[in-house]
T-cell receptor, first 113, second 116 residues
Framework: AQSVTQLGSHVSVSEGALVLLRCNYS??????LFWYVQYPNQGLQLLLK??????LVKGINGFEAEFKKSETSFHLTKPSAHMSDAAEYFC???????????FGRGTSLIVHP | DGGITQSPKYLFRKEGQNVTLSCEQN?????MYWYRQDPGQGLRLIYY???????QKGDIAEGYSVSREKKESFPLTVTSAQKNPTAFYLC???????????????FGPGTRLTVT
C-alpha cells in the first residue's frame, strides 16, 4: 500500500522568502511522484512530476522538487515566494502497476506581503 | 482546447433529492475519476473508471452512483442515501498505461454542492 504525508497543513512565508513544502511517501515499489496546485474554488493543476532519472525535477512557476530515495521524500521548493503562489498544494504517489494515485491531505501556502 | 468540463459550478439541493453532476472530457483519456474534497481532508476517491461500461468503487462510494456509457462522459449521482453530501466535487481523467504510470491526472474546475 502507498501513502503520502504532508507535514504542516499550513505554511506561512513572507513575499520573497524561500518556500519549502514537505512530502514524505511510503511505497514498496519505485514510486512516481507528483505535486499539484489548487487555487481557491478551482481544480488541481500539475506542477511537476518525478518518474525516473534525474532526481531534481523542475516544474512550472519556478517550483522544483528533489526525489530522495533514502529519505523517502519529495519536498517542493521555490527560491522566492510571490503573492500569486498562495494556494493549496498536494503531493501524490502512484506506481507498482496501479494508476490510481494516493494524495496527501494538502498544505495551504500563505504568502504575506 | 482539450480539457475537462464540469457543470454546474455551484449546485443547491434540498435534502432527500438526488442530484447528478456532469463531467465531460475531450482528451481521449481512458480513465476517469470522481473525488470529494472537504476542508483539511484532501481528496477522497469516490469512483473510477478505466473503460466504457466499467467502473469501480473508490474509498467512499456509499451514497453515490456513476455511469460510463461514453468514453467522454462520467456523470456522478449523489443520492439521498449520502448522509453528508455538501462538498466540493472534482472530476479527473488520465491515460492508463500498461505499467500503471507515470501518468498525471487532469482535473476539471469542480462543482460545489450544497444540500440543505
Amino acid at each position: 500500500a502507498q501513502s503520502v504525508t504532508q507535514l504542516g497543513s499550513h505554511v506561512s512565508v513572507s513575499e520573497g522568502a524561500l518556500v519549502l513544502l514537505r512530502c514524505n511517501y511510503s511505497s514498496s515499489v519505485p514510486p512516481y511522484l507528483f505535486w499539484y496546485v489548487q487555487y481557491p474554488n478551482q481544480g488541481l493543476q500539475l506542477l511537476l512530476k518525478y518518474t525516473t532519472g534525474a532526481t531534481l525535477v523542475k516544474g512550472i512557476n519556478g517550483f522544483e522538487a528533489e526525489f530522495k530515495k533514502s529519505e523517502t521524500s519529495f519536498h517542493l521548493t521555490k527560491p522566492s515566494a510571490h503573492m500569486s503562489d498562495a494556494a493549496e498544494y498536494f503531493c501524490a504517489v502512484s506506481g507498482g502497476g496501479s494508476y490510481i494515485p494516493t494524495f496527501g491531505r494538502g498544505t495551504s501556502l500563505i504568502v504575506h506581503p | 482546447d482539450g480539457g475537462i468540463t464540469q457543470s454546474p459550478k455551484y449546485l443547491f439541493r434540498k435534502e432527500g433529492q438526488n442530484v447528478t453532476l456532469s463531467c465531460e472530457q475531450n482528451l481521449n483519456h481512458d480513465a476517469m475519476y470522481w473525488y470529494r474534497q472537504d476542508p483539511g481532508q484532501g481528496l477522497r476517491l469516490i469512483y473510477y473508471s478505466q473503460i466504457v461500461n466499467d467502473f469501480q468503487k473508490g474509498d467512499i462510494a456509499e451514497g453515490y452512483s456513476v455511469s460510463r456509457e461514453k468514453k467522454e462522459s462520467f456523470p456522478l449521482t449523489v443520492t439521498s442515501a449520502q448522509k453528508n453530501p455538501t462538498a466540493f466535487y472534482l472530476c479527473a481523467s488520465s491515460i492508463v498505461g500498461k505499467a500503471g504510470g507515470p501518468y498525471e491526472q487532469y482535473f476539471g474546475p469542480g462543482t460545489r454542492l450544497t444540500v440543505t
